[in-house]
């Protein structure tokens, strides 16, 4: 018969931990992205939420004539204007959050709950924004470039020659290159393969792959469909005759550029009411401020790149 020594006691951590008060982070959402193209475009607000492009018809019949030194009289010339220029309407996007009294009353600490969760609404807005100013049938960049700055690749990835035809179409100062992060891997892969990897920039203190100085910026709401995307070179800025985001300012509850909350108030259930509101837009000022390429291919294991595979 042997003597067993008794088992020292302690406390354990399961039963310590109901003493302890855990920290707790913010509710973290991971559809939230920078939204790039929102920090770096133009914004105009709008009175009255119309904005009205006037534009120049035939530019090229403008008569311009040196002085010649005789007495012959100088042309008489004028500068015509499209007759019924487009009109831009801001576009709205609605949402209601609702909230329970009860759950703002009692479970507001550390965090307060209807501050919360109108922050990851207001998120989820302006990441619909981003996608309507890209893709909307409407007014999104997509759909609005002229065809004659419209490009397709000859197959393949995006190249360093097609992202120089894109500059060749909209060559007045352009501000930066869009696409989908997943066309920005494809044109960094066939630099490499190149032998010219593109150099990178600082901006928003985040780096951004360039091109002939130019940074390309990524968006998911750029779409790939089929393994591939688009690429977009963007002149921005009304001085410039660039791309401009449009917004009305002075909103009841204003929030941000263009976004309101307002209190709608609290129905029979006890349920508390807010009414989430964002107003934008967007234009395209002249033809030649947006070049669009089409139809890169992304899918990284493309036949030109065999060791991709392994």
């Known amino acids: 018969m042997t003597n067993a020594k008794p088992q020292p006691m302690a406390l354990g951590d399961d039963a310590a931990r109901t003493l302890a008060n855990a920290t707790k982070s913010i509710p973290q959402m991971e559809s939230i992205t920078p939204r790039w193209l929102v920090h770096c475009l133009s914004w105009i607000p709008v009175e009255a939420g119309i904005y009205r492009l006037n534009r120049v018809v035939h530019p090229e019949s403008v008569d311009i004539k040196c002085d010649n030194f005789d007495e012959s009289p100088l042309p008489e010339t004028f500068v015509d204007y499209e007759k019924e220029p487009r009109e831009y309407r801001l576009k709205a996007v609605h949402t209601i959050l609702d909230v329970h009294t009860r759950v703002s009353d009692l479970y507001s600490s550390p965090h307060d709950q209807i501050a919360q969760q109108l922050r990851l609404t207001i998120e989820a807005i302006k990441e619909h924004q981003e996608g309507e100013l890209i893709n909307s049938p409407d007014y999104g960049l997509i759909a609005n470039t002229a065809k004659k700055q419209k490009l397709s690749t000859v197959g393949g990835p995006p190249t360093p ?60 709401k750029v779409k790939v469909e089929g393994g591939k995307t688009k690429f977009l070179l963007i002149r921005t ?71 991709y595979r392994k």
């Open 161 to 220: 020659d097609d992202l120089d035809n894109m500059i060749a179409r909209a060559w007045k100062e352009p501000a930066f290159f869009l696409t989908h992060p997943e066309g920005i891997a494809a044109f960094g892969r066939e630099c490499t393969r190149r032998g010219v990897p593109p150099p990178t920039v600082s901006m928003f203190g985040s780096q951004f792959v360039t091109w002939r100085g130019i940074p390309i910026i990524p968006s998911d």
């Open 237 to 307: 800025g009304e001085s410039r005759q660039g791309v401009v985001g449009l917004y009305q300012p002075g909103l009841a509850g204003e929030q941000g550029m263009g976004l309101s909350v307002k209190f709608m108030g609290i129905d029979r259930s006890a349920i508390a009411s807010y009414l989430v509101s964002l107003y934008c837009s967007l234009a395209i000022l002249t033809d030649d401020a947006i070049a669009l390429l089409e139809d890169a291919e992304v899918d990284k294991f493309h036949d030109y790149a065999p060791s």
